[in-house]
């Protein structure tokens, strides 16, 4: 049996500038980390030639190309494993088809690359296994996504990322007081929308837009790495500010990032004092996440009262292989 366990994420500043459409004109950058809600991706050999794979339903086939399940089927194909397999996964927070804007599919696409790897006996680095991911994503399945979350959940940690033309992705992890790390933990609060996003179609028409919306996108990277400035400075009165703003600008890129029950519990929060937040992810639905300070957050918590609120911890470390046997 291997178990391993993928961290899901958070993206702060920058989101949109991770699509080949946009960082190909020079780069794109964004702040992002991961945080301590997971999925677990569980393998086992079979004693016969069948591939089994349960999820929200069970799959039992002879043959890869009858698995439904495309992540699933696509990490097969790439690490050729063929056949006598078990694959199990389950999360802690809410499944990958439900559009939480936490990276769900990128933790789950990058959580079996490492399952299946370590089932063939091999240690797979992080860079490889967000490149893999990208490549069976993006690639493969055309999915109208970007870079930024298959690279933050393989390695983890809270992170600068940048994302250059020629294709290079580096990751810098942001160096700050312990403090202000946990400053900023204290300062933030997570709140479901009980709207599940349409990524998808959202996506396609942020990626259809990329050309139109160029401008948007270069300050929503000068936001990025003002962000990282600020927290390598120690300085969290600015993130607020930040996260507003970056808001302001990530709903200017599709139609459908935001809508009349986001706006109005974002109104809410910001009126009972909370300084800025974002949708997280393609926006539409999922969570909503406000940097509030603690004097003013169970006033927040008042004006959302319908929401259900998630508590969270930012998570060093990136996908790895928990069990053995």
């Given at each position: 049996m291997i178990i391993s366990k993928t961290p899901l994420r958070m993206s702060f500043a920058g989101g949109g500038s991770d699509f080949k459409g946009y960082y190909q004109r020079g780069y794109g950058s964004v702040v992002s980390t991961a945080i301590d809600k997971y999925i677990y991706v569980t393998i086992n050999k079979k004693f016969d030639d069948l591939i089994r794979v349960s999820y929200s339903k069970t799959e039992g086939v002879k043959n890869i190309k009858d698995i439904e399940h495309n992540l699933i089927r696509e990490a097969l194909k790439l690490t050729g494993v063929t056949k006598g397999i078990d694959i199990n996964y389950v999360s802690d927070m809410l499944p990958a088809h439900e559009g939480t804007g936490l990276g769900a599919s990128s933790s789950l696409i990058v959580g079996i690359l490492n399952a299946l790897y370590a089932y063939k006996g091999q240690r797979v680095p992080a860079d490889r296994l967000a490149e893999e991911a990208c490549k069976i994503e993006i690639e493969i399945l055309r999915s109208p996504i970007g870079k930024q979350d298959q690279y933050a959940v393989a390695f983890g940690n809270f992170n600068f990322i940048k994302f250059n033309a020629d294709e290079n992705?580096?990751?810098?992890?942001?160096?700050?007081?312990?403090?202000?790390?946990?400053?900023?933990?204290?300062?933030?609060?997570?709140?479901?929308?009980?709207?599940?996003?349409?990524?998808?179609?959202?996506?396609?028409?942020?990626?259809?837009?990329?050309?139109?919306?160029?401008?948007?996108?270069?300050?929503?990277?000068?936001?990025?790495?003002?962000?990282?400035?600020?927290?390598?400075?120690?300085?969290?009165?600015?993130?607020?500010?930040?996260?507003?703003?970056?808001?302001?600008?990530?709903?200017?890129?599709?139609?459908?990032?935001?809508?009349?029950?986001?706006?109005?519990?974002?109104?809410?929060?910001?009126?009972?004092?909370?300084?800025?937040?974002?949708?997280?992810?393609?926006?539409?639905?999922?969570?909503?996440?406000?940097?509030?300070?603690?004097?003013?957050?169970?006033?927040?918590?008042?004006?959302?009262?319908?929401?259900?609120?998630?508590?969270?911890?930012?998570?060093?470390?990136?996908?790895?292989?928990?069990?053995?046997?």
């Open positions: 992705v580096s990751i810098e992890p942001i160096i700050c007081k312990k403090e202000t790390k946990e400053g900023l933990n204290k300062n933030l609060l997570l709140f479901y929308t009980n709207m599940g996003s349409l990524s998808e179609n959202i996506l396609f028409e942020q990626n259809k837009k990329i050309d139109i919306n160029v401008e948007i996108l270069d300050k929503m990277v000068q936001l990025a790495e003002r962000l990282k400035e600020s927290l390598e400075n120690n300085d969290l009165k600015e993130f607020g500010n930040i996260l507003h703003q970056n808001w302001l600008y990530k709903q200017q890129l599709a139609s459908k990032i935001t809508n009349p029950a986001i706006n109005e519990h974002y109104k809410k929060a910001r009126d009972a004092g909370a300084i800025g937040g974002k949708i997280l992810g393609s926006g539409g639905g999922g969570f909503l996440l406000l940097y509030c300070e603690p004097k003013n957050q169970n006033r927040v918590r008042q004006a959302l009262s319908a929401l259900k609120e998630t508590s969270f911890n930012f998570e060093s470390e990136g996908s790895k292989i928990v069990y053995v046997d």
